[in-house]
C-alpha cells in the first residue's frame, strides 16, 4: 500500500425526505445563492421543496448552469455573488451544477483572473464561500469531493481543479430526486461512476486488498443494478444503491494508497471540449480502447477484474482481459451509451486537432506510469474509430 | 436501504514515516498533552519521536493509561489539562488511550460531574478539547470515529458514549508502529475489528449492496491476513492493511444506512467490567453462540456471508449458516482468542451476576430488532460454558 492523507469532512443526509433537513444545515442568517441547471429543477418541483426547507432565509437564484459548466456562464454567478453579498451557495442539480458552483465559491474570494484557478489546478486557492447541494443525478461524485471541471468555450479548454477549500459543507442525497431523470443521464451516470472506480483500480497489483475489493464490490453493484436502473425509474432500492454507489465512486477512499489512472479521462475531456459530447460518452469511447492498448501492463488487474466482477475463469491471462474488457464495452453498450467515435460522426480526421489539443493542455505523460503519450492516446482513438 | 447521516472529519495520515507531519497536523501555538498507556510508548521510541515531531511546543505527558479506560484513571487527567491551561491533546496508543483522550476532551471543559458523560451516553456533550491521535494497535476503529468506551471500576460498569465533538481532528496510522506488539493484542485486534464489521452486516437483508460488499471485503481482507499478521510481525503490508481494515470496520461508512446489531458488544462489556476480561476475548466468547441462537432470524444474512466470505456453498441454509458460525469460530481459535467461557476459568455460577449487570445498565433489549433480552442473553451465555 503507498503512504496515503485522506480527508473528506462533507456531511451526507441520504434518503426519502431529506431536503427538510436543509433546515439544520443552512446556516439561519445566510444569505443564500441557489444555483441550478435548467428548467427541470422547477418543473419538477425540488426548486420549491428546497425554498420551502429554507424558511425565512434570505434566497435568491441562478439558473442555467450548462452541462460541463462553462467559465463564462459562472462568471455571472460570481459577480452576481458579490453584487448581492451572498455568503452562502446551495447547488441544487447534478455534478455539473455542483462543480460549477465550486468554482463560484472559489473564485467569488480569488483575489486575480478567476481563469489562474484552471491554470493552476486549484492550488492557488486559499478560501472559498461555504456552500452545500442537493443532488439530483448520480454520476459524478462532486457531491462528496474536492474535485470540478469547467470548460472555457471561447479557448475550447475543458480543465479540472481540486482543493480542500471546496468539499461542500453537506450534501443532500434523495434518491426519489433521480425518477424523472431522462434515462440517457441515468446510463451516462451508471458509466461515469464505472469508469471512476476504473481508473482507481485498474492499474498494477499494490497489496491494498481493501481498496480492491471496495472497488469491485461499487462496480459488482454497478453491474447488477445498472439495466434495472434504466428500466425501473421509480425503483427506489435501486436508485439509492445507484446513487451511493456513485459518491463512493469518488469521494478519495477507494483511490487512497494506490496508484491511479486518469488518462480516459483527460482524453474523455478532449473529447467533450472540441466536439460537446457528453461526459460519459467521452468515457464509454476512450476505455475500451485504452484498456486493449494497455493490456499489458494492466494485465494483472485486467485479470483479478474479470474474475471478481464478471465472474471470468477460463483461458489465458490475455484471453481474460479481452473477454473483461469486452463484457466492459458490452455493458455500456446495454446501458445506451454507445462506445464507438463513428457513433458520434467524429472520424479519422477529428483525431489530430484532439491530440494536438492534449498535448496543448500539458497531457503529454497520462496514466499509472506516466507513459501513456500524446502517440499512445492517438493509437486509443484510431481503435476507438 | 435506511435513511441516514453520515459525517467523518477526522485526517488520516497513513504510512511509514507520517508521525513527522504532527507538525503540520498539530497548532504551532498548541499546549498539548501527550497522552498514552504502558511503557512500551517510550520503550519503543514512538513516545521520543512524537515529542521530536512537535518541535518546540509545549508538551507535558499523561501515562498510565489502563485497558478498558476508568473513568478514575481519567479524572486524573482531566485534573492535569485544567491546572497546566493544556489546550490540544495527543493519544499515543490503541484504543483504550484514544477512547480515554476523547473522555478527558470532553470532561475536561464539561460542567458538571462528569460521569453524567457515560450516563447520558454523550448527548449532554456540547464541547472538547481539539485532539488527535498516533495509532499503535489496530483493532477499535477509535482512532477515526466518534464513539469511546470508558470504565468506572468502583462501579464495575463498562459504558459507551458518543459525540461529533470528540472526532480525532487527525490519526497517524503507521503500521511499523505495530511490530513490536504483543502477539495476544495482534490476535484481540483482528477478532475485535471483525466483530465491529460482524455487528454491522449480519441482520437482516436491507437492499443496500454496496454495504454488503465493503462490509464483505473487510472480513476477506482480515481472512486473508489474520494468521499472516501474527506469523510474520514486520511483513510491512499485512500489517498496513489489518491496521486500514481496523480503522474502516467502525468509521461509520459500513453501518450507514442498514441495520446494526451491537448485542455481542454489550454483553460482552459486562465479561469486561466484572472479570476483566480483553474486549476481543470477550467478543470471541459471545459471538458463535449468539450467532447461534439468533440464527433464524439472521439465516439470509448468515448464508450470504457464508458462501461470500467463506465460500460456503453446499447444504440447507441451516446448514450452511452453521458451517459459517464454526468457520468464524475456528478463525477466533487459529488467531489465539479463546471462544469458551470455561477457557478464562468461569463457568455457571459466573452468568448470572453478568445478566444481572446487564439489566441493571438498561441492556434489556438488544439487537437489530430489540429482542435479545437478558434471558436470550442468558442462553448465549449457557451455550458458551
Known amino acids: 500500500m503507498n503512504n496515503f492523507n485522506f480527508y473528506n469532512p462533507t456531511r451526507i443526509a441520504f434518503g426519502e425526505g431529506k431536503v427538510a433537513e436543509l433546515d439544520q444545515l443552512v446556516p439561519h442568517d445566510a444569505k443564500v445563492l441557489v444555483l441550478f441547471g435548467g428548467e427541470s429543477a422547477r418543473r419538477t418541483g425540488t426548486l420549491d ?7 425565512n432565509r434570505q434566497v435568491t437564484e441562478f439558473g442555467g448552469i450548462e452541462p460541463n ?5 459562472l462568471m455571472k454567478a460570481v459577480a452576481q455573488v458579490r453584487e448581492q453579498g451572498i455568503d452562502f451557495l446551495l447547488a441544487v442539480g447534478g455534478g455539473s451544477v455542483i462543480d460549477g458552483t465550486k468554482f463560484v465559491a472559489a473564485a467569488a474570494v480569488f483575489e486575480g483572473d478567476e481563469w489562474d484557478i484552471l491554470l493552476q489546478g ?22 462528496m469531493n474536492k474535485g470540478a471541471v469547467v470548460t472555457r468555450r471561447s479557448l475550447k479548454a475543458k480543465l479540472p481543479f481540486h482543493s480542500d477549500f471546496v468539499f461542500p459543507q453537506f450534501s443532500v442525497l434523495d434518491p426519489t430526486k433521480t425518477y424523472t431523470l431522462p434515462l440517457r443521464q441515468v446510463g451516462n451516470g451508471v458509466v461515469d461512476a464505472f469508469v471512476h472506480v476504473v481508473e482507481q483500480y485498474l492499474t498494477y497489483p499494490a497489496q491494498a486488498p481493501v481498496q480492491d475489493r471496495f472497488a469491485e464490490g461499487l462496480l459488482l453493484t454497478l453491474v447488477e443494478i445498472g439495466e434495472q436502473a434504466l428500466a425501473e425509474p421509480e425503483n427506489y432500492e435501486v436508485r ?12 478519495g477512499l477507494i483511490g487512497s494508497g494506490v496508484p491511479q489512472d486518469w488518462a480516459t479521462h483527460m482524453l474523455g475531456h478532449e473529447l467533450t471540449a472540441l466536439h460537446n459530447l457528453d461526459h460519459a460518452q467521452t468515457l464509454a469511447i476512450v476505455l475500451p480502447s485504452m484498456l486493449r492498448e494497455r493490456k499489458a501492463a494492466k494485465l494483472d488487474k485486467l485479470v483479478q477484474y474479470g474474475e471478481r466482477v464478471w465472474n471470468i475463469r477460463e483461458g489465458s491471462a490475455e484471453e481474460r482481459a479481452e473477454a473483461a474488457i469486452a463484457k466492459t464495452q458490452a455493458f455500456f453498450e446495454l446501458l445506451g451509451v454507445k462506445t464507438r467515435l463513428g457513433d458520434y460522426d467524429l472520424g479519422e480526421n477529428h483525431i489530430e486537432p484532439l491530440i494536438q489539443s492534449l498535448e496543448n493542455h500539458g497531457m503529454v505523460a497520462l496514466g499509472e506510469h506516466g507513459d501513456v503519450t500524446p502517440d499512445v492516446c492517438r493509437r486509443v482513438l484510431q481503435a476507438s474509430l
Not at 49 to 55: F, I, K, N, Q
Not at 69 to 73: A, D, I, K, L, Q
Not at 243 to 248: E, G, I, K, R, V
Request: aromatic fraction near 6%; proline fraction near 7%.
Open 122 to 143: 486549484g492550488n492557488n486557492i486559499e478560501r472559498a464561500l461555504p456552500f452545500g447541494s442537493v443532488l439530483t443525478l448520480p454520476a459524478t461524485g462532486s457531491e
Open 49 to 55: 421543496e428546497v425554498t420551502s426547507a429554507l424558511g
Open 240 to 251: 439509492a444503491s445507484l446513487m451511493w454507489t456513485a459518491t463512493l465512486a469518488l469521494n
Open 69 to 73: 459548466p462553462s467559465f463564462e456562464t
